[in-house]
């Protein structure tokens, strides 16, 4: 079976989760990431711009006439199939159609170098919810945020190195999230065998506790002995100096 690109060996199906390895050098792998960022980034411009538009019709409707020009260009050549995860030369996971932090995915919210950092205890993700996340009028949408909290469990784990999937996800919500800075902190607080208890909080821009998760992840058997690693994320204390570490080049 195959994904459709040739810069891929064949997938490789590991429980319901497929792999494939980049037959690509890694220096060339950085020059696409590079171009592959620039477009979402492009991507994701256009999304929040054609939100917000109040130009008039007659020109909503050549727009749209437009970016159905540049979409049919983009499908010249394709996947077939979704971006799945691909390991490096190092076996380090490139997760670049992740919902959350894919390179290539122009709905992720968490981008660039400054996105997602990782500590000694767990992880934290410091985003900008603007207006393609809204919910409640002027405020982040609890799905959206209970995707966040989902990703950033995984993160807290894997900067332990107790990597698993997530089997349970509560979230309690305890006041609205006004759109712009959200602050998401996730930690690991037990380790029992396979299982991983862990315990997150989100903070608004003005530093106020706007919900808290708990989640159950679980390591899956098949994943035991995997040669898969969670990308690395930049340090938490990164975020008061430079942050060497892009995690859109890895
Ligand atoms: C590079 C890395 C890539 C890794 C890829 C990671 C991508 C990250 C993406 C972001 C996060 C997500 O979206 S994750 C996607 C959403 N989650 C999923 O799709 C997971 C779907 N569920 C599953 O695949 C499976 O049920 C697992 C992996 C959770 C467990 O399956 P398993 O490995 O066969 O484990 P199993 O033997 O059944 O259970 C082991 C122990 O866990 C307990 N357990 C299992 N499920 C539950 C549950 N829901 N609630 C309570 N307890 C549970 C069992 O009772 C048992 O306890 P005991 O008897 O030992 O006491």
């Not at 903070?203 to 690693?229: F, K």
Request: with cysteine; net charge negative; glycine share 10%.
């Amino acid at each position: 079976m195959t994904n459709g690109d040739p810069s891929t060996d064949d997938d490789r199906q590991t429980g319901l989760v497929t792999y494939s390895r980049t037959l690509l050098a890694p220096a060339e792998l950085a020059r696409r990431d590079r171009a592959y960022a620039a477009l979402t980034e492009a991507v994701r411009e256009l999304c929040d711009a054609q939100l917000r538009t109040e130009v008039d019709l007659e020109e909503v409707g050549a727009v749209a006439a437009e970016v159905r020009a540049v979409t049919a260009r983009l499908l010249t050549s394709a996947r077939e199939r979704s971006f799945g995860i691909e390991l490096g030369h190092d076996g380090g996971a490139r997760e670049h159609g992740n919902a959350v932090l894919g390179l290539r995915n122009p709905f992720a919210c968490a981008v660039g170098a400054r996105a997602m950092f990782w500590d000694d205890r767990g992880a934290r993700a410091t985003l900008e919810l603007g207006a393609l996340y809204e919910g409640p009028p002027g405020c982040v949408h609890g799905g959206v945020l209970a995707l966040v909290f989902d990703q950033l469990f995984t993160e807290a784990a894997a900067a332990v190195g107790q990597v698993g999937m997530t089997a349970e996800l509560t979230v309690a919500y305890r006041r609205p999230i006004p759109l712009g800075t959200v602050t998401v902190d996730a930690w690991l607080e037990v380790v029992d065998g396979r299982k991983r208890r862990m315990h997150a909080t989100c903070h608004d821009g003005d530093g106020n506790l706007t919900a808290e998760a708990e989640a159950l992840l679980v390591l899956p058997r098949w994943l035991e002995g995997s040669d898969a690693i969670w990308p690395k994320r930049p340090p938490v204390d990164a975020l008061d100096g430079d942050v060497s570490l892009d995690p859109s080049v890895t």
